[in-house]
Each structure stands twice: as C-alpha cells, then as structure tokens.
C-alpha cells in the first residue's frame, strides 16, 4: 500500500480535537483550513476540550504534573473515536508519547524565538535593575537568573490573553512569551524585541505544530501526510532527542534548538540549575536527511551535556516527582 492509492479516497469527515483557548483554536483552525483545500468535499469540524493543564492556573505547571496534562483530555477524544486528530502545540507534547498513540505530521514551524513583551522598555538590556520580570517557564526563569541577575523573576500563568493583560495592569516590568504565539494570534506589534539564542534557547519544538493520531490507522495517516513539513521534523526531533535522552521534564531548565543552515542541521541544547548558577551548553552539526540521523544528532549533543554533568542537575531536580514522564 502507498501513500497514493490509500489517500485516492478522501475523507469524508475528520474532527479535530483541540484545547479551547484562542492560540489552541487558532491552530486547529490552521490545519482545518489546510484540510479545506487539500480535500474541498470533506467536513471538518472542531471539538473544543478544557484540559487539566487548562484548568490548574494558580500553580507552575511543574509542580502539577508536567506537559502531559494538555495532551492526555485530547487523546482520550481520540481512543474512543471522538475525534480523528488532535492539534498541540510540539512544545506541549511529551518526549515520549503513551502507547497506541502516533505523532503523524509535524507542520512547518513559525517563529521559534522567545520574545520580550513590555509597554515600557525595548529589551531585556533596557530594564533598570530590581524591574519585575513574569513567566512561568523554568528555562526562561534560569536563562534570565544566569544572564541578567539584577532583575527579579515572578511567576506568570495563564493564556496568552491574562499573561498580556496581567502586563498591561502593571503588575510586570516586562514578560517573556514565545514569538510563536503571539503572531499567530495577530499580536505581533506588542512584541519589543526577539531574544537571541543566548539569552534564551528556546524550547524543544517551540513554534512547530503536531498532530496526533491513534497509532495504526493508516489511511488517515496518509491523508494527512501533506501537512507534513521534513526540514522543521527533521530540526524538532533532533530537539526532543536531547530532552528525551536527558530525562528532561517540566522541573528541568532545559533548551534544544535546532536550525538549518549550509544544507546542515545545526543543534544547540543547554541545561542549567533554576537559579542559573550552574549551565551546561553543547552544540553539533550533521547533514541529516533522515529521522534517524536527525536523533543521532540529538543523543551526540546530549552525550556532550552529560560529559559537562547535566545528568547531575537533571536528578538533582527530578528525584522524587514519581518518574514524571519526559516533557
Ligand atoms: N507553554 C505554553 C505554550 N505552548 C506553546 C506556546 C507558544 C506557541 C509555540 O511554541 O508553538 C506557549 C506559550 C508560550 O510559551 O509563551
């Protein structure tokens, strides 16, 4: 069976799960619109879920259960047939997903940068020292701890919308926000500046997209395989390789960054102490053409955070969080 004769039938229905806040339906709309054109016949509808991770606002997410708790709502829809797909965001997903599920397409990634937000200053360089900074992310938390020690780090939750408005009442000097978010939303004047890789490498898939099937069904596999973008796959799982072969979760300020250039894939990852004492940082290049060869990038650049000790930080900071899967 190829790919051809199994997609020469199209869908007649597909439902999408999909988180309900405006970024998560923003997406869902994005891949049923692309279903749209690819098969004009079909009927391709939204399911709206609340997840946990949705409703837990008043805690950081690491301390409740890790990237799991937006996925697992969404992939129950999908085990029982309620819905066909389920859109996340890649940053989201788990390094290792439960069984009988699928990562089918990974669509080509917008923006992966972190951005700096802020109604008064241009870049994090600007800010006076004591300025109050907001996020809730413990990569960005240690990246700002390590590189800029005289600002002062508060927790910020929420969808994008409160994170803005929690701004704009004052309440932050400044906030950190993923650039991918906020130009898919439309908001890209609020923001100031783009944070290089040294401020802030970003996270393992940030800016990419993933949907999600129910392993074995391989005629929707197919007709879904356009949506499928190689280069940002390619760079995404070289990404996720790092974090899964570190034993990265939500606890552990961990970045993998990787981008084309000179017909190679070019992989940065870090890890660092929450306070940002302590960072690690290794980097590799291949010419992958290959998931395989994209993952063997990974675990080299992983190998060369464990030879500097990041295995050390990463069991300093996961011991007794019950084997939390990887995130
Ligand atoms: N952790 C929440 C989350 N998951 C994905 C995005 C942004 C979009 C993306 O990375 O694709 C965000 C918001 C943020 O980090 O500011």
Partial sequence: MNSETLSATPPRTLVIASRESRLAMWQAEHVRDALHKLYPSCDVKILGMTTRGDQILDRTL????????????????????????????????????PEGFALTAIMEREDSRDAFV??????????????????????????????????VVRPLRGNLDTRLAKLDRGEYAA??????????????????????????LPAAGQGALGIEIRAGRAELAAWLAPLHHEATALAVEAERMVSRALGGSCDVPLAA????????LHLRGRVSTPDGARVVAAEASAPVTSVERALALGRE?????????ALEIVRSLTAGNGGQPTA
């Fill in 118 to 151: 802020s109604n008064d200053y241009a870049s994090l360089a600007a800010l006076p020292a004591g300025s109050v900074v907001g996020t809730s992310s413990l990569r960005r938390e240690a990246m700002l701890r390590s590189r800029h020690p005289q600002l």
């Fill in 301 to 309: 650049v992983a190998a060369a955070l464990e030879a500097q000790g």
């Fill in 62 to 97: 690491s301390k409740v259960g890790g990237k799991g708790l937006f996925v697992k709502e969404l992939e129950t829809a999908l085990a029982d047939g309620r819905a066909d797909l389920a859109v996340h965001s890649l940053k989201d997903v788990p390094m290792e997903l």
């Fill in 175 to 200: 906030i950190i926000l993923a650039a991918a978010g906020l130009k898919r939303l439309g908001l890209g004047a609020r923001i100031r500046s783009l944070l290089d890789a040294g401020d802030s």
């Fill in 257 to 264: 960054h990787a981008a084309w250039g000179d017909g190679a």
